[in-house]
């Protein structure tokens, strides 16, 4: 599988432009033909009996774990499987001890998602979340670095901003956080699937991500990497029977034991899989999302970020040529695949353009936080020279009119 062939195994392309992965991404046949191989056995029970069947499905966890751990460098331990960015944020906040008087950091221009998890905890708990200005959407270590005091417990951060699509130096950021010993929670549902993100390299505590943008998976799953160290350091606040390390006998023989008590001693798991939920599973959503980052792996992440950032390149020409402005930076270590722009005449009239960019079944999104943002274009690796061209077309004969 090449670039050149990925376009055939996203149908979802076919009478449309589609440029929108930063909302909900487009779905590989890959995935959908893993999903109704699973639906077929949900039809059928093809095991001996529904507890095999059962075991069958709990398998499908690992397969997605492995495909992740192989996207960022680490290893399936490493890899919990989650149904949103948003339970796994949870997951990190009611783990993550915070005191009275501690400091937690967030950006000005971030998601709102990103803070709620510790909005909610704020009062109760008494530490403090303090916005760390980002001028021109930039979030820079400098500026955290001027925040951060002896107080400061927790970084939350996107390592690229959903609404301009600038990329954090998450290397400055890691390093910064490790240093001091703060614990680095980082947002990368808009960068993984489509910039390489190594954690190895970039030795960051936590890194969350839905599956449903820029790994093309199914809505609904997720992963969260948590380092071997937060493992060791922290405890869950709550498991569900499956974070039981497996009886060696296994889970069927178990069951079927008269003795077994309901209350007792349990051995749980050592791994990241004990920040999951550890109840019955969203099975299709583990194969769904083991397909969709399998074929991403088969592209190869420097392969699929060379190709992005070459057609961000000629966005940011043909929309400048449109008489657009370019609201993304155009360094190419910042850059992402979200590029956003606005016609210069007002939100009301970037609106109007959305609106007939739309009816010519070109898709993008309208985005700001805290001032900064316009249409927001998403380039991915099924797209082509061809959508960027259409789009502009587009934009140039919008812009024309007004």
């Keep these: 599988m090449n670039i050149a062939d990925v376009r055939a195994c996203f149908p979802g392309l076919r009478q449309q432009t589609f440029l929108d992965a930063a909302c909900v991404s487009l779905m590989p046949v890959q995935a959908e033909e893993a999903m109704r191989r699973l639906g077929q056995d949900l039809l059928r029970c093809p095991a001996r009996d529904a507890s095999a069947h059962h075991i069958a499905l709990d398998r499908s966890a690992p397969p997605a774990r492995q495909e992740i751990a192989r996207l960022i460098g680490a290893r399936p331990d490493d890899i919990a499987l989650i149904e949103s960015t948003t339970q796994g944020l949870q997951a990190v906040a009611a783990a993550v001890p915070l005191r009275r008087g501690d400091k ?47 107080t400061t417990r927790l970084i939350l951060l996107s390592s690229v901003q959903w609404s301009t699509g600038y990329r954090a130096d998450l290397a400055a950021f890691a390093e910064f956080a490790r240093a001091r010993d703060i614990v680095l929670v980082v947002d990368a549902i808009q960068h993984v699937g489509a910039m390489p993100l190594e954690v190895e390299q970039t030795p960051v505590d936590f890194v969350v991500a839905g599956g449903h943008k820029w790994l093309n998976a199914p809505v609904g799953r997720g992963f969260l990497y948590v380092h071997p160290r937060m493992v060791e350091r922290l405890t869950p606040p709550a498991w569900g029977y499956l974070n039981i390390a497996e009886p060696p006998e296994g889970w069927a023989e178990y069951f079927g034991t008269p003795t077994i008590p309901a209350v007792r001693d349990y051995d749980f798991v050592g791994t990241a899989r004990r920040f999951e939920v550890g109840g019955t599973a969203n099975y299709p959503g583990n194969v769904g999302l083991a397909a969709s980052v399998k074929l991403i792996n088969a592209l190869g992440r420097t392969t699929i970020e060379t190709h992005i950032l070459q057609l961000t390149d000629l966005l940011f020409d043909r929309l400048r040529a449109a008489g657009a402005t370019v609201v993304s930076v155009p360094e190419p270590a910042a850059r992402s695949g979200i590029v956003s722009f606005t016609l210069g005449d007002g939100v009301e009239r970037d609106r109007q353009c959305l609106q007939q960019l739309l009816d010519r ?18 380039i991915h690796f099924f797209n082509s020279a061809e959508d960027v061209e259409r789009l502009t077309t587009a934009v140039r004969e919008v812009k024309a009119k007004s």
């Design 361 to 378: 079944r070109i898709l993008v999104s309208q985005r700001y936080t805290a001032g900064i943002g316009g249409l927001r274009v998403s």
């Design 104 to 150: 937690v950091l967030v950006g000005a221009t971030e998601f709102l998602g990103l803070a709620v998890p510790w909005i909610g905890r704020q009062a109760q708990e008494g530490f403090q979340i303090a916005t760390v200005p980002c001028p021109d959407g930039r979030l820079r270590i400098d500026d955290f670095a001027r925040a951060a005091d002896a």
